[in-house]
């Protein structure tokens, strides 16, 4: 197989590898290297164009049809080479495009009509020559960096770098950097410069000053062809270079001495405010102000703080002055920068300060040296007994002021303070015992105050400790107990108390007084120990009863108080546990058996009394429901028949003529009603008759009588029920069908059939009932 290199129409013919036979020994020939075939990109046409022509030796013998196969043939991208199948030259179909695909492999097939193969496949190597068609990009359009200030020249400041899709090993992607422009021009128009193959800017002029330029713009190109400005392509980026600030500039103070002036005893406040210059970046630890006192206050008074916002110095009392003591403050003052300062810049003389700060006096209160002050003594001291003098200091030397002293908090009101030199004497007596005493103490309080303007006043405390005296005799507890009436192995325990303290109290003497005689005769004391004794029988019996039996006991102060103490022991009978019987009880608290019984009658009486009052009332009762007129409520019609101005007018008498019952306008003819004629469905109006009276003691006999006479005055009541049963009218007409109301009456004796009057509606079927039932009885 040949391949064909030569420009169309010229083929160059490449044999495939040849199989020869030698001696009857086949041996394979080396096969030839078939060189790579160079297509430059972007080219023009026309398409499609020539590149080689494909032959194998053996189509003179038999036909020969060709193809490739490989990446821009039968793979992606598709179809960018072809062959003709039946002369075997290969076309590229379109521009090529290095910058997509730098080279391509493939592999050219030789097989006969049927498709069997004639040739080994070959590779064809295709390589896409470079053009310059791509400019340099800058990774980035703008650049920062930055850069100190006072930098020396070559220092590094920052890096950029443009890329080129073009071949790097040829001059189409070599990229060199240059710089077009600086903005601004100052100190220098070139303070920078550019490595023209990394990209590196350094410095190249000293004179960086941030307080003059703070930034700088630099316009950089970068062009292809190794730099050629003729040949290659550009491109440029902005690189924006900050100078960043160093500690070269000192603090300095405005000027070289401040005021100011505080009141005494104030602190947490502000007297002077000390302002300063700085270059530097504000609010940087370069620009940042820190202020120290060198001298002028040894007792650290004064402090000065830095307000964030303005940097001014606030010189601050953190420790109140005495106008007394100090009258001014001479202060100095130097400031520095949180950052130290960059080397070789030395502290300016402006850095420092001199503070003159005056003290102003003020009134201020009075004040007791001793705060709390104790004094001790005994109780019971006499009213007017001077205890101490309390007094106060003034520390206004400056000022002639005079003190005056009154009682703030004096609870049991023991004392008296002299208004003017502050001694204290006692206005009452003074009680260890009082409530008004805690552990001994008793605390009152006072007030100083001077005439100042404005006044001023301090208050102290006296504390005064009572010693105690044995002012308080000891009781006896318990004030009553109960014992049996006879001796047994109860006893009553007696207990000595004393307000006072040791060594005026215990160990306590218990002992029976000798008058009366009956007390050591009935009942003996023993002492348990200092504190306690008992309290017992000493005879065989005694009566039941309430005793009030004397106790003399006394306690061991100095000199010793007694006391008789009287408790009141109830004798009773016991049971076999040694506790008092009920009955024991009642008869040991003083009542005898006449009482008891008296008592009990009366509770007997009180329960018959009370016994009798019900009865009475189940009988009143009883009485008052005989007296009522009892109806049958069957018989009651008064709430079922309704009064209406015209008989009718019911849903059931709606299919009747009424006109018949209604009386005419005009009735000539019809004599007018007689006075007292009237309706005797409505209650009469007048007089109501007597009604018998019941005898309020009445007899069995006369039940019968009282009740016929009571049926006798009913009968002859006009107003008494039922008066709804029947009415009277002034005309019912003439010719009417229903007949007369009163007609049924004068004919309820006869044998007439009143069923037609259940046709007539609910209100007749009553009167049907009634006529109907009158005939069956």
């Known amino acids: 197989m040949a391949l064909d290199l030569s420009p169309p129409p010229k083929d160059t013919l490449l044999p495939w590898p040849q199989q020869q036979n030698s001696n009857g020994l086949r041996r394979r020939k080396r096969d030839w290297v078939i060189p790579p075939i160079n297509v430059p990109e972007n080219s023009r046409g026309p398409f499609p164009q020539q590149l080689v022509r494909i032959r194998s030796d053996k189509d003179n013998d038999i036909p020969i049809r060709y193809s490739i196969t490989g990446v821009g043939a039968d793979q992606p991208p598709m179809e960018v080479f072809s062959i003709d199948s039946m002369s075997g030259r290969m076309y590229v179909t379109r521009p090529m495009d290095r910058e997509e695909h730098a080279s391509y492999h493939l592999r050219a097939h030789a097989v006969d009509m049927n498709g069997n193969k004639v040739e080994n496949p070959i590779d064809l190597y295709i390589y896409v020559i ?79 000053d941030r307080e003059k330029v703070q930034q700088y713009t630099v316009i950089v190109q ?99 002055v005495d106008y007394e003591l100090n009258r001014a403050f001479m202060l100095t003052v130097m400031v520095s920068n949180q950052a130290p300062l960059a080397s070789g810049i030395q502290m300016s003389f402006q850095s420092t300060a001199g503070v003159t700060i005056s003290v102003m006096d003020i009134n201020e209160a009075p004040y007791f040296p001793s705060n709390h002050k104790l004094i001790r003594l005994e109780e019971g001291v006499p009213p007017g007994t001077v205890l101490t003098t309390f007094s106060a200091v003034d520390p206004d030397r400056f000022m002639q002021q005079a003190v005056r002293y009154s009682k703030l908090s004096d609870p049991a009101n023991w004392l008296h303070v002299n208004t003017t030199n502050g001694q204290i004497t006692t206005a009452a007596v003074l009680d260890r015992e009082s409530l008004y005493t805690k552990n001994n103490v008793y605390e009152a309080t006072f007030l100083a105050a001077d005439n100042g303007i404005p006044p001023a006043s301090g208050t102290g405390t006296l504390q005064i400790y009572l010693i105690d005296i044995n002012d308080n005799a000891p009781e006896l507890l318990p004030k009553e107990a109960q014992i049996c009436e006879k001796p047994s192995l109860n006893a009553i325990n007696i207990t000595a108390a004393d307000a006072d303290v040791d060594p005026n109290i215990g160990p306590y003497v218990f002992e029976l007084p000798f008058v009366p005689a009956a007390v050591r005769k009935n009942w003996t004391i023993t002492r348990l120990n200092g504190d306690y004794a008992q309290l017992s029988l000493r005879i065989l019996y005694l009566e039941a009863g309430m005793y009030d039996v004397p106790i003399i006991v006394t306690d061991s102060g100095n000199p010793p108080l007694s006391n008789t103490s009287i408790i009141k022991v109830k004798v009773c009978p016991c049971d076999d546990n040694g506790d008092c019987t009920t009955i024991g009880a009642v008869a040991a608290a003083g009542l005898g058996t006449g009482a008891i019984v008296a008592i009990l009658i009366c509770i007997l009486i009180l329960l ?153 509606g609910p209100r007749f079927k009553k009167l049907a009932d009634m006529y109907g039932g009158g005939e069956e009885d």
């Open 130 to 208: 470079d053009m310059n068609d791509n400019r340099p990009e800058f990774i980035n359009q703008v650049y920062n960096g930055s850069v100190d200030e006072g930098s020396k020249p070559g220092t590094y400041v920052m890096t950029v770098t443009a890329n080129d899709a073009d071949d790097g090993t040829t001059a189409n992607g070599m990229v060199r950097y240059r710089i077009l422009t600086q903005t601004p021009q100052s100190p220098s128009q070139n303070m920078f410069t550019i490595n023209s193959e990394t990209g590196d800017i350094v410095t190249v002029a000293a004179g960086l």
């Open 222 to 320: 970068a062009t292809d062809m190794e730099g050629n400005l003729n040949y290659g392509l550009s491109n440029t980026a902005t690189a924006i270079i900050t100078v960043t600030d160093v500690n070269d500039n000192p603090p300095e103070f405005t000027t070289s001495t401040f005021a100011g002036e505080v009141p005494e005893n104030r602190v947490e406040t502000v007297v002077a405010n000390l302002t300063v210059m700085d270059r530097d970046q504000p609010h940087s630890p370069n620009w940042n102000a820190v202020y120290r006192i060198i001298s002028g206050d040894p007792s650290g008074h004064f402090s000065v703080r830095t307000d964030p916002v303005t940097n001014e110095g606030m010189v601050t009392v953190v420790k109140a």
């Open 608 to 760: 018959t009394m009370v016994l009798l009052f019900v009865v009475w009332i189940k009988r009143r009762e009883k009485e008052r429901h005989t007296k009522q007129l009892l109806i049958d409520p069957e018989d009651d019609v008064r709430d079922n028949i309704l009064k209406y101005d015209e008989e009718g007018g019911g849903e059931e008498d709606q299919d009747y003529d009424l006109s018949q019952l209604q009386q005419p306008e005009a009735m000539g003819h019809v004599p007018s009603k007689a006075p007292g004629v009237r309706r005797v469905d409505e209650r009469p109006v007048g007089a109501e008759p007597q009604y018998p009276v019941r005898p309020v003691v009445p007899h069995p006999g006369d039940i019968g009588e009282f009740i016929n006479e009571g049926l006798r005055a009913a009968d002859n009541d006009p107003t008494a029920p039922p008066y709804d049963s029947l009415l009277v009218f002034d005309y019912e007409g003439s010719g009417s069908t229903a007949g007369s109301v009163s007609s049924l009456n004068s004919s309820s004796s006869g044998d007439q059939d009143y069923d037609y009057l259940n046709d007539w």
